[in-house]
């Protein structure tokens, strides 16, 4: 793999691997010691030009855990200025010798320019760009789903048979995107739900049936319910009428939750918005895997890191 | 030096040879076997002769923003495009609301003398779409503006337009309307559509466009105006102007090479050389706007030449300026989107690309076209070649085309402008011999 931009281009033999190896490193960190040489003397450089101390941090344990240096660099710009320019800090990088980049950007695509401009050599792991693409979020939740139905018989499995609920604010979220494409690939089938304000233009041909009403799409059975951030800021832009109405119509509350089929899952990306999309009570409930979506990126993202910079990364390529 | 030119051989819009002698700034005697003493002698057999092209939408940028382009350095682009004419769009800084901006602007292009520039005036005070700028001035001024255009803005206040249209009918001018409305396309980055809900961009829906153009052919109706709408980039825009034309209003529309050619896939790339406004659209538009131009909907191509320097596009997409550079291309964009296809013959080409435009600017001296007595504008242009595109290949001072390392059709040979030549054998003449050359004309 020389890259990882995008889950659109993964097929599901790619996943599987990827997901495989993941399970290889989440062995590693039931350990006493949770560190592999694997990656030693190569410099793993986290770029952030958004904030985000959760993707950070996750990706700066998986680095270490394989024993490579890490560099964070945050090059968020202040609101007067643009800040550092892309290509600047990417021929910076490449200067410092970076062997993979991770970066996270808030413009769709910035990932995408970063590896095929020619500005740096290395290779490039999408951490969130924009509205387009959160691929280590997609291989995490799948990993999450695989563990949950499959247990220690997850290996080499897709997700063939299961059905995956994502509710909410679709249009702008990568996470959703990520997802939709993923879990279709590994035999999922999916439905998102949200009110249409917040379904892109040509969501119909998306692999995905979509239900504008919640509890419509629960009545059928769902064996993963993901629930997405919804942003202050949609709340100013005619989406919906408020917070209130929004909750009411697509959040996950006790009653909904109480109403879930047995084995259902509920996931969440985080951070939460506890009241608004999703209640404590099914935050908090054994149901929900949100705790460990956050360890099980660690072992997703070591996965990545070391297939991208291992001597396995032309195999996957 | 004697100032006649005989060229010889050219097809004429593509039909049959014939000699043209230039002399005195007019075309003398078509023909065959013509001579003259001492005039230079241009080698033209194969080529295809085409009246001067006139440009109806071009940024030149200065002043104001002349890291990008300088009247200068655009007239040269337009002339290596067999271009001998440009409307250069008021989006300046200063902006070209008043009567000094515009004589500025004219005198530096007389002063180069590549292209006959005609500067587009403001249609609001500094394009905020607030109060009418002082169209009467521009139009009375040295620079006799006709065509006014909030161009890079979209004069929304539907007051303002309505307004704007009658006032330009004492001045014979006309409103060029970059229909846009701007509320739907707040932030918007590619045409709204499947591409954009998977690439994660903002959309700029097609609406936006088709409800100005609408609502603009109305009060062009209601006022009896002419109106002009500039870079139809959609199939229901199209429609729109085909129904206002079959009720009798008095509309006008162009297209751009670049929406006539590339469609919205190519954004996949993020490639920000592929961002322009109003954006790349569908297969499906593109086809429409071909449609749209050979059956006479669309009445004019303009290139809507948007030079940027390399660090507005060599950027992630949503940092990049839009717009792409297009005077250089333009013919060969044309030849490969509408002239190949069979959609056009080089008639019409010379209908779209000169005599058109030149009458929704008030630009005399295109009526005729290659005529005798008519004053010597025009383009020799090989459609024989395809070629690479390089960067070398642009004369402007910016290279953001979205063109580069394509193979398209076509070259520009020769450029005479106002009886003198501003290309020969394929190369730019000299500026100071130029200068000289248009000095001696005015
Ligand atoms: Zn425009």
Redesign the interface.
């Known amino acids: 793999m020389r890259h990882l931009l995008s889950t ?1 281009d993964l097929t599901r033999d790619d996943a599987v691997a990827i997901l495989d190896v993941a399970e290889d490193m989440a062995d590693v960190s039931t350990r006493e010691i949770k560190k592999l040489p694997a990656l030693r003397g190569k410099t793993v450089v986290n770029l952030f030009f958004e904030d985000s101390t959760r993707t950070r941090i996750s990706f700066e344990a998986a680095a270490k855990r394989l024993s490579a240096d890490v560099i964070n660099f945050a090059a968020k710009g202040s609101s007067v200025s ?1 800040g550092e ?3 600047d800090t990417a021929q910076t990088l490449a200067a410092i010798g970076a062997d993979a980049v991770v970066v996270r ?6 990932p ?2 970063l590896a ?2 020619g500005w740096i050599d290395a290779g490039v792991v999408n951490a969130g ?5 959160h691929p280590t979020q997609a291989l995490l939740d799948a990993f999450t789903i695989r563990r949950r139905f499959f247990g220690t018989d997850a290996r080499g499995r897709d997700l063939a048979g299961l059905s995956v609920v994502i509710v909410g604010d679709v ?1 702008h979220s ?1 996470v959703a ?1 990520s997802n939709a494409w993923l879990l279709t690939t590994l035999g999922a089938s999916v439905r998102l739900v949200a009110p249409p304000t917040l379904l ?4 119909n ?2 692999p995905v049936t979509v239900d504008y009403s919640l509890d419509d799409s629960l009545a059928k059975p769902a064996d993963v319910v993901m629930m997405l951030r919804v942003q202050g800021e949609r709340m100013n832009a005619a989406f919906f009428p408020n917070a209130r109405e929004y909750s009411r119509l697509w959040g996950l509350d006790d009653a909904r939750l109480a109403g879930l089929g047995e084995g259902t899952i509920v996931m969440h990306p985080g951070p939460m918005n506890r009241g608004l999309e999703i209640s404590s009570g099914a935050a908090d409930s054994a149901r929900s895997t949100v705790l460990e979506q956050v360890s099980n990126g660690v072992s997703v993202r070591m996965a990545v890191l070391y297939l991208l910079l291992s001597g396995e990364r032309e195999d996957l390529a | 030096m004697s100032g006649s030119i005989i060229v010889k051989g050219a097809r004429i819009l593509g039909a049959e040879s014939q000699d043209v002698l230039v002399r005195d700034g007019v075309i003398a005697q078509m023909g065959s076997d013509i001579s003259e003493q001492g005039a230079r002698v241009i080698d033209a057999a194969g080529l295809v002769a085409l009246p001067g092209l006139v440009d109806l939408h071009t940024h030149l940028r200065e002043p104001g923003f002349e890291q990008s382009e300088t009247v200068l350095t655009g007239s040269r682009a337009a002339a290596a495009g067999g271009f001998t004419a440009v409307h250069a769009m008021a989006n300046t800084s200063p902006v070209a609301d008043t009567a000094g901006v515009v004589e500025q602007v004219a005198s530096l292009g007389d002063a180069a003398g590549y292209v006959t520039v005609r500067p587009v005036g403001a249609v609001t005070v500094g394009l905020k779409g607030e109060a009418l700028a002082e169209i009467g001035a521009m139009a009375r001024s040295r620079a006799a503006v006709r065509v006014f255009s909030d161009d890079g803005k979209c004069v929304s206040d539907a007051l303002l337009m309505r307004r704007a249209l009658e006032y330009v009918k004492a001045f014979d001018g006309v409103i060029a309307q970059h229909a846009q409305e701007p509320r739907l396309t707040e932030g918007a ?1 590619m045409n ?12 700029w ?1 097609a609406v936006a466009e088709e409800a100005i153009i609408a609502r603009d052919v109305l009060l062009a109706e209601h006022v009896g105006s002419r109106v002009h709408i500039c870079h139809l980039s959609t199939a229901g825009s199209v429609e729109v102007v085909r129904w206002a034309k079959s009720r009798g209003i008095a509309v006008t529309a162009e297209v751009t090479p670049h929406h006539l050619l590339l469609d919205e896939q190519l954004v996949r ?3 920000a050389r592929y961002k322009v406004n109003p954006p790349l659209r569908r297969a499906e538009d593109v086809e429409a706007l071909r449609a749209g131009l050979a059956d006479g909907t669309i009445d004019i191509v303009a290139t809507d030449h948007a030079p940027h320097p390399a ?1 507005d596009k ?6 990049a300026a839009f717009g792409m550079v297009g005077l250089e291309t333009a013919l060969s964009v044309v030849q490969a989107a509408v002239v190949d296809t069979g959609h056009l013959e080089w008639t019409d080409v010379a209908r779209v690309l000169s005599r058109t435009p030149a009458e929704i600017g008030r630009l005399a001296g295109y009526e005729q076209g290659i005529a005798v007595g008519a004053p010597a504008n025009f383009t020799l242009y090989d459609d024989s070649v395809t070629s690479i595109l390089e960067a070398g290949a642009l004369r402007g001072k910016s290279s953001n085309s979205p063109y580069l390392s394509l193979s398209l059709p076509g070259r520009v040979v020769g450029t005479i402008h106002a009886g003198y030549a501003t290309v020969l054998d394929g190369e730019l003449v000299d500026e100071e011999t130029v200068r000289e050359a248009g000095g001696r004309r005015g």
């Open positions: 659109r643009k320019s892309l290509k950007h808030g413009a769709s695509g910035a995408q320019v095929t401009s760009d924009g509205t387009h693409e249009i990568r995107r892109p233009v040509g969501v041909t998306w | 980055q709204e559509g499947e591409v954009s809900g998977e690439l994660g961009l903002a959309g829906p790339s993020y490639d660090e060599d950027c992630e997409w949503a940092s």
